[in-house]
């Protein structure tokens, strides 16, 4: 069980926008800046947002990150095929003294 | 260009030990906050531990997970990040990616390795 909740799927057609959630406490996304990592099968995670809303440089401004409260956002604007990945929320957890991750969620292109 | 490379995964049998090693390039090392992620077959991302950068000692930290068992530390002068795993159990099989802060100022993880398989099983 993962200290931060993502849904396990979210889909979309290309050309939509699609949001998947993190959904945390007070300890972590509530008092911490958020990450976003996408993983395509068979490699490693890469960086797509970092400080809860910047985006590193590469990084298409199709993608967009946001907090309330203790709930982060990952937008993704434009869907395209190559959006179809695994996507991890993280961020630090002050109660835990640790790095904490969301469960993931799998993006289907439609 | 900012390059990560893990090695010494291998098979090793419950209760046994292994150490990873990471060897960085292209960046400042001293000047970084380090950390291990693994991720288990089929399963989703487990932070394991950091260690700070010489501003902060070098500090380190452990998930419960392993806490007690497993030891990160760092040879700057080699530009090195090692992992020591003592006591292994099955659930510790894995592939392990050796991670380095966003920037010296931002700590969360900004690029990854290409990870090196650890298989516990007897």
């Known amino acids: 069980q993962s200290v931060l909740t993502q849904p396990p799927s979210a889909s979309g057609t290309p050309g939509q926008r699609v949001t998947i959630s993190c959904s945390g406490s007070?300890?972590?996304?509530?008092?911490?800046?958020v990450y976003w990592y996408k993983q395509l099968p068979g490699t490693a995670p890469k960086l797509l947002i970092y400080g809860t809303n910047q985006r590193p440089s590469g990084v298409p401004d199709r993608f967009s990150g946001s907090k309330s409260g203790t709930s982060a956002s990952l937008a993704i604007s434009g869907l395209r095929s190559e959006d179809e990945a695994d996507y991890y929320c993280a961020t630090w957890d002050d109660s835990l003294s640790g790095r904490v991750f969301g469960g993931g969620t799998k993006l289907t292109v439609l | 260009e900012v390059q990560l490379v893990e090695s010494g995964g291998n098979l090793v049998q419950p209760g046994g030990s292994l150490r990873l090693s990471c060897t960085a390039s292209g960046f400042i090392f001293s000047d970084h906050y380090m950390d291990w992620v693994r991720q288990a077959p089929g399963k989703g991302l487990e932070w394991v531990g950091r260690t700070g950068n010489k501003a902060n000692s070098y500090t380190t930290q452990y998930a419960a997970s392993v806490k007690g068992r497993f030891t990160i530390s760092r040879d700057d002068s080699k530009n090195s990040l090692y992992l020591q795993m003592n006591s292994l159990k099955t659930e510790d099989t894995a592939v392990y990616y050796c991670?380095?802060?966003?920037?010296?100022?931002?700590?969360?993880?900004?690029?990854w390795g290409q990870g090196t398989l650890v298989t516990v099983s007897s």
């Open positions: 007070s300890s972590n996304i509530g008092s911490n800046n």
């Open positions: 991670t380095r802060s966003y920037s010296s100022a931002v700590r969360g993880t900004g690029y």
